[in-house]
């Protein structure tokens, strides 16, 4: 036990050791991270009233972010995925560092969905024993159920893994490929049933369709791994650890993939909509061309458009997609693009019209913005984190260094019955 | 005879200076003036009918009842009726509209004053011609808002006791009790009404429970059922205000494009 | 049958309600500590309900759950916090469902004239906040516009032009009725000659998918049919207001501005008991009137009668009469929730 906390306070220690930049960054985090506890404070004591929802518009800014980041929870089986079940030997390095990810990005969603909440000191009424947990019928209590999950199997497997690797001590390859194998499936269905969360409404036309959780996936896999591309070559920059160039060639033929898809069924949705232009479009024409002057969106969707065609069009050239300083820069333009995309220009004409044919604009409040500012704030201050942690590990850096030989093999005794 | 044709009229004149309620009621000592459903012609005076209670709340801005604290406040029970239906068996009971039409005083003066038998002759048949009188209720008497002409005032009204209405047979038939004359003609309607599916009730839904029938003349003007172009049966009131604007939103022009541009088309 | 018990009870209130005040007026001159009381009493605007409340409350179990002693503590505890709130004796019933009864309503659309009366007295008679900064409305009442087809949109005022018409002149105008309905109408009188008028409300579907959709089932149908929520185990993550095909449901976004001179006493747990913020409320047929056997505040106060409620199960019911007999329909069938509320015809 002595050993396991020894290795939670040499990784954070690694963890919190770092240059100007570093503790510039950190301190550029924190920040944010104050003007969330603020924003918090003041929806919890004067209500949701601060922010710009309405009964019109009841689900806004706090579930898109939610919604994107399942996304980008979900993307970290992109690089699991490979790893393990192509034996792709250059990703399976960092395979670690993709589970780091989606730590912070579930920690990310939680807060979301805390933040959305009106009653957040009531989150226990959820919780199954002591209060109602309203499963299998509510797809929430579904949510709930594999975003938790999520979370478990990543910190588990990350971290067994880790300790392995600090211990010096081979990994139960059994135990650990387990929890891998299920957390690729898993993934999966994070974001499969955060997409039934909002396409079993058919009072909310827009999201109707079966199309949904297919959507969500190549999305997740478009804007994950653009991320991870970019976190992995920051990390190739400021650490050590050497990642080879055949990892990013991989991630961003996986973005290119995706991408495409992902246009194509965006473009399936438009056609199958506006041919027929039936009411039930009409969230859709909001975002694409505003309804009698109200166009809030229009430009958001357009933008996000712009950059999702574009940067597809550009990784689709090897030449392009292969430059290392380059790519970087088109992985932001589909992060930011599908951001917009699967965020707010997914949320929000969902709600409008109102089921009765109401239409009323939203506009985010500061309050909104501290809150959600604040989370992705905490997302990335978590990553980074996680990741020098985990990058010392991996590095061989940070390992356990014995003292007492004789209680080592006490505990060395422990660890291989476990 | 003739001083009193002439002492008459003046005594009901001076009956209607008298009269206590003003004819447009406004908010007096008491309390505000409500109307229920016809405006002018429905209307409640506020008071408390126990401690903190009202009998009624009413709209701050059109000053209709919004809520009745006793529904059956100042009823009086509708009586038999000729049909076995629902009220057979439960408490029912109505406004008197007796009260609200003679609120100036006109249905006494009406009996006293001109309609005594001797100042107004009884006319020699029901043959529509204009009116000299009662201008303000019928502004066209050939052109009566009801019937489109195949009827006239005597039709509905007692040729000789004014304060009645007829039926059929020439019986007198209350003011209080206007569907037996109304379901002269509105069979259909009458039947619904009766079902409690036309028309109004307040008080006890449930088998048994009591209820404030509302009749006939309580919601429609038995002079001007066509309002106009409308054809509604309803004289129009002022609504009440509309919803405040939800939150982000400065006007509600775009609810006004119907006749413009839909969605991204041209044409 | 019920309606002298409900008179009892009023009439009880009422006598304790005055001994309270007199007891108040007494104490006041002479004792510093209830100057607070008689503050409260007068104050126009009630004390920020989240201050008073006990922990007990916040650690009460789903009403559903409750047994009977939980059920008549957690009334006491809210009796006690809303009559110091409000300054008067508030009545919080559990009136439960009456066995025989499945409450059904309808409304005659072809007599409405979009007053917007029910929706006045519904605030009146319910205790949902009202004022500038957060008005709720349970009713929704609509203005669909009519207009005519013209004669020089018949021909060739279409597009594309060449090769014939594809979309006429006379679509995308009021000809017939529009579908997209007003919402914000202000007009002089009512009713318009070019309109209609469609109110809308709580449907009482015997399939909500609210209830589906709820992760905590505060939201659930009770025995005779209303969909009703318990305030104090909401925790307000509005699934449920997605998923109501009739926007229904209105969600309390700050703490309600409820008035304590306008706030009706006679309340029901599941009905129209002041709510807190960050809870989703809906229109519960008066539930606190309608198991006491009285109608609905809406159907009451409807100028013209358009409003008609009675028990579904009984074939002499008002309600029932118009299903045998009118044209009637539900709202957005498609969606197999099953309305309980009907529109009719004549």
Known sequence: MKRFFQFVFDFLRASFSGGIFFWGWMLFLSFFIMLWVYGEYVQIANGMIVTGLNDQVSWGFYLANFVFMVGVAAAAVTVVFPAYVYKHKELHKIVVLGEMLAIAAVVMCLLFVTAHMGRPDRLWHIFPVIGIFNWPHAMLTWDVLVLTGYLALNIIGGFYYLYKKYTGKPVNKLFYLSIVYIAIVWALSIHTVTAFLINTMPARPMWFHSMMPIKFITTAFAAGPSLIIIVFLLVRKFTPMKIADEAFHLLSQIVVWCLGIALFLTLSEIVTELYPSTEHSLGLQYLMFGHHGLDALVPFFWTAMALMISSFILLLIPRVRKNLLLLPFICLAVFVGIYIEKGMALMIPGVIPTPIGEFAEYFPTHIEFMIVGGVWAIGFFVLTVLIKGAVGVMLGDVRYKEQASHRVQGEQANAVAT | ?267 | MSSQINKQNNHNSRAKDVSRRDFLRKAGTYSAASLTGAAMLLSPRPARATKNVTWAEHFQKNYRLMTDEEKEEAIERLVKRYSEEFGKKVNVNDTPAIDGVLFGYALNIQKCIGCRRCVKACVAENNQSRGDKQQIEWIRVMRLEKGKFSEEDRDNSGYPQDFGIQVGGNAYKPAGVVLEGQHYYEADKVPEKDAFYLPMQCMQCEKPPCVKVCPVRTTYRDPDGIVVIDYNWCIGCRMCIGACPYWARRFNWGEPDLPAADMNPDTHYLGNRPRMKGVVEKCTFCIQRTRKGRWTGCVEVCPVGARKLGNLLDPDSDVRKILATKKVFRLRADLNTYPKFFYFMN
């Open chain 2, 1 to 267: 005879m003739i001083s009193y044709r002439l002492f008459a009229p003046l005594m009901g004149l001076s009956l209607l200076a008298a009269s206590p309620n003003p004819v447009s009621g406004e908010a007096d000592l008491e309390g505000k003036q409500c109307f229920e459903s016809r405006k002018d012609l429905s209307q409640v005076q506020q008071r408390e009918i126990k401690p903190g209670v009202t009998n009624i709340k009413c709209s701050p801005t059109t000053g209709g009842v919004l809520y009745w604290g006793d529904p059956f406040d100042g009823t009086i029970p509708m009586g038999d009726m000729p049909v076995e239906a629902d009220y057979s068996h439960e408490e029912a009971v109505v406004k008197p509209r007796e009260p609200q039409i003679d609120r100036n005083k006109l249905l006494t003066i009406c009996s006293m004053a001109c309609h005594n038998g001797e100042y107004v002759p009884y006319p020699e048949n029901k043959l529509a011609r204009p009116l000299t009188m009662h201008k303000d209720i019928v502004p066209d008497a050939m052109q009566l808002k009801h019937g489109k002409q195949a009827i006239w005032c005597l039709d509905c009204h007692h040729a000789a006791t004014r304060t009645k209405l007829i039926d059929n047979y020439g019986n007198e038939v209350s003011f209080n009790q206007p569907q037996i004359l109304c379901g002269k003609c509105h069979g259909q309607v009458y039947r619904s009404w009766r079902d409690g599916i036309h028309g109004k009730r307040i008080g006890m839904w449930d088998k048994g429970g009591k209820k404030r029938w509302w009749v006939c003349t309580e919601c429609h003007n038995p002079h001007d059922v066509q309002q106009g172009e409308r054809n509604s049966g309803f004289a129009q009131l002022d609504p009440e205000p509309a919803p405040i604007l939800p939150k982000g939103m400065l006007n509600t022009d775009h609810e006004r494009g119907h006749g413009q541009d839909h969605g991204g088309t041209t044409h």
